[in-house]
């Protein structure tokens, strides 16, 4: 069984891979562009805010550069796909290629920088102090006008165009966004496990995914703007469905096998999803024959 300590440290993380999320919302939902860069900003903050910290750079300071290193790897997703014609799902994937042997510079070619002995700032207060406001700031962004213009961005681009919506400058928002708060995510797993890893990036996307489809099923808001709480709630379930899975004795779940578990909560969350699109067609249907009934009769 496992301890109140190991249950903060799962919520802690959770959190912080929430910010991910919302990442991961904001290009896969909010401006419906399948980016798959968060893969490298997520080392690229990671890697920047350790080699500052271990520079002697404060560790808040470091995480407002992880930061801003996230949103330039998101700006040149946008570059690639704006301006060179490369599809949306290509340019993410080159990006995060190319930031692999970016990331192994920023660490002066060591694949780990170990923070142990540095004085670092991260506990769960801090963690709450950042994601809270940042949420809720996302949040309010959403329910303004240029809110609503970048979600109708991702709805019908052929109607924002007509309307005057700037596309591009839509897509570069939300990607250099969505990528800020995945490098931001990477500086602060940084601090809070006190390592940096080149390798520690695998999997960051399903992750993040992972959480919003979950926030998307568990926690079923009808506005908008409340779904990037629901994306936070979503890392932090799954978070402890993986802390479950790896404490469940009948199940004999190892810690490799972290992969094949996410990879089965995904799939059962997305049939769950199905399986109620297919009800809610099937009511509506019938609905419809019980009024065509109806108006036949009278």
């Known amino acids: 069984m496992f301890g109140l300590q190991e249950v903060i440290m799962t919520a802690d993380v959770g959190l912080i891979y929430g910010l991910v999320a919302v990442g991961v919302y904001l290009t896969f939902r909010t401006i419906n562009f399948a980016d798959m860069t968060c893969d490298g900003s997520f080392v690229l903050g990671s890697s920047v805010c350790a080699a500052l910290i271990q520079g002697g750079v404060s560790p808040c ?140 990036g695998k999997g960051t996307l399903i992750a993040g995914l992972a959480a919003v489809i979950i926030g998307e099923k568990v926690f079923r808001f009808k506005k908008a703007g409340f779904f990037i709480l629901a994306c936070i709630a979503g890392s932090i379930l799954y978070r402890f469905f993986i802390m479950i899975a790896l404490h469940s004795d009948f199940m004999k779940i190892e810690t490799q096998d972290i992969n094949l578990v996410a990879g089965a909560i995904i799939i059962a969350m997305m049939l769950i999803r199905k399986e109620r699109e297919s009800q809610a067609n099937i009511n509506v249907d019938t609905r419809k024959k019980l009024q065509f009934t109806k108006q036949k009769e009278g």
């Open 61 to 200: 300071i470091a995480l407002i550069l992880a930061m801003i290193a996230g949103g330039i790897a998101g700006l040149c997703t946008g570059i690639l796909n704006v301006y060179c014609k490369i599809s949306d799902l290509l340019s993410g994937i080159i990006v995060a290629f190319m930031l692999y042997s970016i990331n192994l510079k920023v660490m002066s070619g060591m694949p780990n920088i170990t923070l142990n002995d540095m004085e670092l700032s991260m506990n769960s207060y801090a963690i709450l102090s950042i994601v809270v406001p940042l949420a809720i700031l996302l949040v309010y962004l959403l329910f303004t006008d240029f809110g609503l213009a970048l979600r109708a961005t991702g709805y019908n681009k052929r109607f924002s165009e007509v309307i005057g919506i700037n596309i591009k400058a839509m897509r570069f928002f939300g990607l250099i966004v969505s990528n800020a708060l995945v490098g931001l995510g990477g500086a602060m797993f940084t601090q809070y496990q006190g390592f940096c890893d080149i390798s520690q």
